[in-house]
């Protein structure tokens, strides 16, 4: 063993020289990078660097603010500075909040206080906050710092309290010299059985402030939440957005703070607290704005936000009308999610217009792809859905459906989209045993469509508008002798009125009742007839 160790330091210290060399020395560089060429020679920024997880601790020096401080105060501060057990801190800690308390306080000297406090304590503003394995009881020890002492008697006061001012205003103090402290608050507030119910405080917290306002202060201190400890980010989430709802239900600058540094692991348990109630994320009046501005996200962002809202129960016709600012080659992620979401839907006609709405691309299947899964579930109501649109469509102006879908920023269902979705279909459903297009409504608004759009669209559409060509042949017309017969009997009645033909008149009165009655004499007896009509006028 004596003669292995030196021999596997010496190892140790040549392989360390080894890759330090090969990173002094290293000639390779990417083509595209300026920077990678200026830097030759140099160790890669992109090495990786283990998180240091001890701090060494310098030397405090609080002098030049103790020479501020009243004498009682001073001392206290002293015994804190020396006092190494958290116990006795918290006791000294609680002092001197009875002092500042005090009738006779000058606050003046809560800046320089709160200065003291800052230096004394960094090192609660180091490491995580959240106990590793979380129980009420480590949470209660984990609120058992000196510095929360703060937190627990402003929670014990009453707003009205002069003294409950004081304490904010030298809370203030220290947010200005370490804003870290804004979601250490939100943490006791959240974590403390001394403060529940107590959430309300933050707010009152947020407004003695220098920045004076809620939603300002909850998005800085969730931001440097998010850079510290996304543990505790996740930890705060469900109560930040249940205690204040109308700042956090609209922001999708907090949820993008969230989606941003999550993991799988901790999307599942956010996804968990959504449905069980714990957490709501998204309300209706707010959520399609949301998502839209979410589509500038990162992929995985994005994943995440489509993951949390599904396990919501929003109707999706709440978010329909995203479709219409979804570009196939842009946003893949939304697509990918609204499809595999509206598979599982019934379709609307609102939902069918949206979706009818997409300009038609040959890359872009989003439209052919859900369509024809609607026609293997849901054939009758898709037909009765888009008879309804194509109507609706058909019977405005050509020009006013042109201005209409010009005007505006997002794409207007016209005929001619609709039509086109339709002979993709067609296509698609080509060689394959589903009879969509066999149905009654369908064709009978093909029809209608037909009868009436220009030559362009019928030549265009040729081969959609013959389906309701071989109905029109196959269903309008009536059995033969029906037809002849009812188209006979006016005539029939005319000549009835008429006078006779001489070359008529030795007819029989048998045969005269067989022409009333069978087609084919009554056709000869209306050639007949048709002159005798033009010989009297």
């Given at each position: 063993?004596?003669?292995?160790?030196?021999?596997?330091?010496?190892?140790?210290?040549h392989?360390?020289?080894?890759?330090?060399?090969?990173?002094?020395?290293?000639e390779?560089?990417?083509?595209?990078?300026?920077?990678?060429?200026?830097?030759?020679?140099?160790?890669?920024?992109?090495?990786?660097?283990?998180?240091?997880?001890?701090?060494?601790?310098?030397?405090?020096?609080?002098?030049?603010f103790?020479?501020?401080?009243?004498?009682?105060?001073?001392d206290?501060?002293?015994?804190?500075?020396?006092?190494?057990?958290?116990?006795?801190?918290?006791?000294v800690?609680?002092?001197?909040?009875?002092?500042?308390?005090?009738?006779?306080?000058?606050?003046?000297?809560?800046?320089?206080?709160?200065s003291?406090?800052?230096?004394?304590?960094?090192?609660?503003?180091r490491?995580?906050?959240?106990?590793?394995?979380?129980?009420?009881?480590?949470?209660?020890?984990?609120v058992?710092?000196?510095?929360?002492?703060?937190?627990?008697?402003?929670?014990?006061?009453?707003?009205?309290?002069?003294?409950?001012?004081l304490?904010?205003d030298?809370?203030?103090?220290l947010?200005?010299?370490?804003?870290?402290?804004?979601?250490?608050?939100?943490?006791?507030?959240?974590?403390?059985?001394?403060?529940?119910?107590?959430?309300?405080?933050?707010?009152?917290?947020?407004?003695?402030?220098?920045l004076?306002?809620?939603?300002?202060?909850?998005?800085?201190?969730?931001?440097?939440?998010?850079?510290?400890?996304?543990?505790?980010?996740?930890?705060?989430?469900?109560?930040?957005?249940t205690?204040?709802?109308?700042?956090?239900?609209?922001?999708?600058?907090?949820?993008?703070?969230?989606?941003?540094?999550?993991?799988?692991f901790q999307?599942?348990?956010?996804?968990?607290?959504?449905?069980?109630g714990?957490?709501?994320m998204f309300?209706?009046?707010?959520?399609?704005?949301?998502?839209?501005?979410?589509l500038?996200?990162?992929?995985?962002?994005?994943?995440?936000t489509?993951?949390?809202?599904?396990?919501?129960?929003?109707?999706?016709?709440?978010?329909?009308?995203?479709?219409?600012?979804?570009?196939?080659k842009?946003?893949?992620?939304?697509?990918?999610?609204l499809?595999?979401?509206?598979?599982?839907?019934?379709?609307?006609?609102?939902?069918?217009?949206?979706?009818?709405?997409?300009?038609?691309?040959?890359?872009?299947?989003?439209?052919?792809?859900?369509?024809?899964?609607?026609?293997?579930?849901?054939?009758?109501?898709?037909?009765?859905h888009?008879k309804?649109?194509?109507?609706?469509?058909?019977?405005?102006?050509?020009?006013?459906q042109?201005?209409?879908?010009?005007?505006?920023?997002?794409?207007?269902?016209?005929l001619?989209?609709?039509?086109?979705?339709?002979?993709?279909?067609?296509?698609?459903?080509?060689?394959?045993?589903?009879n969509f297009?066999?149905?009654?409504?369908?064709?009978?608004?093909?029809?209608h469509?037909?009868?009436?759009?220009?030559?362009?669209?019928?030549?265009?559409f040729?081969?959609?508008?013959?389906?309701a060509?071989?109905?029109?042949?196959?269903s309008?017309?009536?059995?033969?002798?029906?037809?002849?017969?009812?188209?006979?009997?006016?005539?029939?009645?005319?000549?009835?009125?008429?006078?006779?033909?001489?070359?008529?008149?030795s007819?029989?009165?048998?045969?005269?009742?067989?022409?009333?009655?069978?087609?084919?004499?009554?056709?000869?007896?209306?050639?007949?007839?048709?002159?005798?009509?033009?010989?009297s006028?």
């Amino acid at each position: 063993v004596k003669i292995e160790e030196p021999v596997s330091l010496e190892m140790d210290n040549h392989m360390a020289e080894k890759e330090d060399s090969c990173y002094d020395n290293a000639e390779a560089a990417f083509s595209d990078d300026e920077e990678d060429l200026s830097s030759k020679g140099k160790k890669r920024e992109f090495r990786f660097h283990p998180i240091k997880e001890s701090f060494v601790e310098e030397p405090v020096d609080i002098t030049p603010f103790l020479d501020q401080l009243d004498e009682s105060l001073k001392d206290k501060v002293l015994q804190l500075q020396k006092g190494s057990d958290t116990e006795a801190q918290c006791e000294v800690m609680q002092e001197i909040v009875d002092q500042v308390l005090e009738e006779d306080f000058d606050s003046e000297q809560l800046s320089v206080l709160a200065s003291c406090l800052q230096e004394l304590f960094k090192a609660h503003f180091r490491g995580e906050v959240l106990p590793e394995e979380i129980t009420e009881e480590s949470l209660e020890e984990s609120v058992g710092k000196p510095l929360y002492l703060i937190f627990r008697n402003l929670c014990q006061m009453q707003e009205d309290n002069s003294g409950f001012s004081l304490l904010l205003d030298l809370l203030s103090e220290l947010y200005q010299k370490q804003p870290k402290i804004g979601y250490h608050l939100l943490y006791y507030l959240r974590a403390s059985k001394a403060a529940a119910g107590k959430m309300n405080l933050y707010e009152s917290f947020a407004q003695a402030t220098q920045l004076g306002d809620l939603h300002t202060c909850l998005m800085m201190d969730m931001k440097a939440c998010q850079e510290d400890d996304v543990r505790l980010l996740c930890y705060l989430t469900p109560s930040i957005y249940t205690e204040f709802p109308d700042e956090t239900l609209r922001s999708s600058e907090l949820l993008n703070m969230i989606v941003a540094v999550i993991d799988s692991f901790q999307l599942q348990e956010l996804m968990c607290h959504v449905m069980m109630g714990n957490l709501v994320m998204f309300r209706k009046d707010s959520v399609l704005n949301i998502l839209i501005q979410s589509l500038d996200w990162e992929t995985f962002e994005q994943y995440c936000t489509w993951q949390l809202f599904l396990a919501h129960s929003i109707p999706l016709e709440t978010i329909i009308p995203i479709l219409q600012h979804l570009k196939y080659k842009d946003h893949p992620e939304a697509l990918s999610c609204l499809l595999l979401h509206l598979r599982r839907e019934k379709p609307s006609e609102e939902m069918v217009k949206m979706v009818l709405s997409r300009p038609c691309h040959p890359g872009d299947q989003f439209t052919t792809s859900i369509l024809r899964h609607w026609c293997s579930k849901h054939d009758d109501l898709l037909a009765e859905h888009i008879k309804s649109l194509l109507i609706k469509n058909n019977s405005l102006p050509r020009k006013r459906q042109s201005l209409r879908s010009s005007s505006s920023k997002l794409a207007q269902l016209t005929l001619e989209q609709i039509l086109e979705h339709l002979d993709n279909l067609r296509l698609n459903l080509t060689n394959t045993k589903q009879n969509f297009f066999s149905q009654t409504p369908i064709l009978q608004a093909l029809q209608h469509v037909q009868a009436s759009c220009d030559e362009a669209h019928k030549m265009k559409f040729s081969d959609l508008f013959s389906l309701a060509e071989e109905y029109e042949d196959s269903s309008s017309k009536p059995p033969k002798n029906r037809r002849k017969a009812t188209l006979a009997s006016p005539r029939s009645r005319k000549n009835a009125a008429q006078p006779p033909n001489p070359e008529e008149e030795s007819a029989s009165s048998s045969a005269s009742e067989e022409e009333d009655t069978k087609p084919k004499p009554a056709k000869r007896k209306r050639k007949g007839s048709s002159a005798v009509g033009s010989d009297s006028d």
